[in-house]
């Protein structure tokens, strides 16, 4: 199985579900963790930057999924999170779950 976010539906359904075509350009992301891990923020993006290519995974834990859907982009999650040396699935810790956008926000700017 696998999830994603709504706000990709529209590519998906008209790229189909592809590693290499998205919504953003790659290259920027991209240049904005090597940014952040240049002043040693070890993963301002999660994996994303480690992984250029892009890569589609598979999810054998139907519960996982929906975590996975909330998430995504998982990159997004991890860059607006309060914790960018580490993965956490805490909810106070990553307001984007909740579509917190002020606690988003205010984590990025913390980044910063």
Known sequence: ?????GGLEESIRQNGLSPTKRVWDN??????????????V???????SHYPKGNIYVEHNATLVYGHA???PEWFKRFTSANHNGNSFKLE??????RNYEGSKQNVSDLC
Not at 1 to 5: L, P, Q, T
Not at 42 to 48: C, D, E, F, T, V
């Open 1 to 5: 199985m696998h999830s994603f976010s």
């Open 93 to 98: 810790k990553n307001p984007y779950y909740t």
């Open 27 to 40: 290259n920027k992301i991209n240049k904005i963790a090597k940014i952040f891990e240049n002043k040693n």
């Open 42 to 48: 070890l993963s301002p993006l999660g994996a994303y």
């Open 70 to 72: 909330i998430a995504a």
